[in-house]
């Protein structure tokens, strides 16, 4: 099944699609990753957990282990990552993963043909609090005119040195999926729409992505702008810097109501989906999940059900859940979003992993995104 999969991916490359990632100088690897994503999304939907590598419930930092391979015997296609932390010049991120670790498992994801998508929950500028300090005009102190401006500049640097270190093997910087300002329908982070003008956001997000590829030859990011719910075409696209600075266009959405008595995030999603693909269609984007989950997924059927209703009949690139904490001290509770061994939905897991249009590790890193598929 696999050499015919190829072969259809293969046809499917060379038969007329024109795909443009919209930084005109990216790397050569950076734009062949951007085709391949966007070809793969037709034959299945790629699949990726947060912190995948790092730790899982009941385990951190043990090598070549991941609670998604225990369930499976393979890992997943996608490996999402967070860099907040890195601005105050920390070891590690926001999550507690030391970014020297981080750097390592982001160069073993890409050899072995793996996807990395990297998200920011930088801390406010304006007061040093974290992400979810919403103090008013935090977002246009940083902007060229802002009394914080300077400030943020020392953190695109930071950040900038972190994305060019990233290399592989072959001394060629890794391509990074970046997820900028996310969730920014939102009204819980510094950055969200309640905190900015749609002017205020779209000038900070032009800067950012100019200062990183024209000041600090930043040329290996495919940036994915994300948003939280939004009801109509209009709300999705009014904080939409433009096509020259968005690749993906994505979605987080999560569930917290038993699925089986109450139907709000599959309808909620599908109706998304379907104006997300509107918009992708249009301009010519790929469209993603880029996060979602059910908190210790209570409902054993979650994957099978659930989810796949939750996307339905739309192509997206890839979907990625949420990260498998494990123990919470503080709330007292478990905090994961993949089973692991044992869990009351791994049986349905191991059934979604099975489905032909689910890719997982295994079947990426036959593909090999990073090079061009030839007929």
């Not at 982070?189 to 000041?215: D, G, H, M, Q, V």
């Amino acid at each position: 099944m696999l050499i015919f999969f190829q072969l259809l991916v293969s046809c499917s490359i060379v038969k007329g699609f024109n795909s443009s990632i919209s930084d005109k100088k990216a790397t050569r690897k950076t734009k062949i990753l951007y085709d391949n994503l966007f070809k793969i999304k037709e034959k299945g939907i790629l699949f990726g957990h947060q912190d995948d590598l790092a730790y899982g419930v009941e385990w951190k930092y043990e090598k070549d282990r991941s609670d998604v391979k225990e369930v499976t015997g393979d890992y997943p296609a996608v490996y999402g990552w967070d860099i907040g932390g890195l601005e105050n010049n920390l070891p590690q991120n926001i999550d507690g993963v030391p970014f020297d670790k981080m750097k390592n498992w982001i160069i073993e994801v890409y050899h072995r043909g793996g996807v990395n998508t990297i998200s920011w929950h930088m801390n406010n500028p304006q007061t040093g609090n974290n992400s979810w300090d919403i103090t008013p005009s935090s977002l246009a102190s940083i902007l060229p005119k802002g009394e914080k401006h300077q400030l943020y500049i020392s953190w695109l640097d930071k950040a900038a040195d972190f994305f060019n270190s990233l290399k592989g093997n072959d001394g060629k910087k890794i391509p990074i999926l970046y997820r900028p300002f996310h969730e920014l329908t939102g009204n819980w982070f510094w950055w969200c729409k309640n905190n900015a003008s749609p002017k205020e956001f779209t000038e900070l997000w032009e800067f950012t992505i100019n200062y990183w590829r024209n000041i600090k030859n930043v040329h290996n990011l495919i940036i994915v702008y994300n948003t939280a719910d939004f009801s109509t075409k209009e709300s999705f696209l009014e904080y939409y810097p433009g096509n020259n600075f968005v690749d993906i266009i994505s979605f987080d959405k999560y569930i917290y109501k038993n699925p089986k008595e109450d139907s709000t995030y599959v309808n909620d999603c599908q109706r998304q989906f379907q104006i997300m693909d509107e918009i992708a269609n249009e301009n010519h984007k790929i469209t993603a999940f880029a996060e979602t989950g059910y908190e210790a997924i209570p409902y054993e059927k979650f994957w099978t059900e659930t989810l796949l209703s939750a996307i339905g009949k739309y192509k997206i690139s890839y979907v990625l859940l949420w990260r498998n904490h494990g123990w919470q001290e503080k709330e007292n509770k478990m905090h994961y979003y993949v089973p692991y061994n044992g869990q009351i939905s791994e049986k349905d897991f191991i059934s979604f992993y099975n489905l032909e249009n689910t890719l997982f590790q295994n079947e990426v890193s036959q593909l090999n995104l990073y090079k061009k598929i030839k007929q």
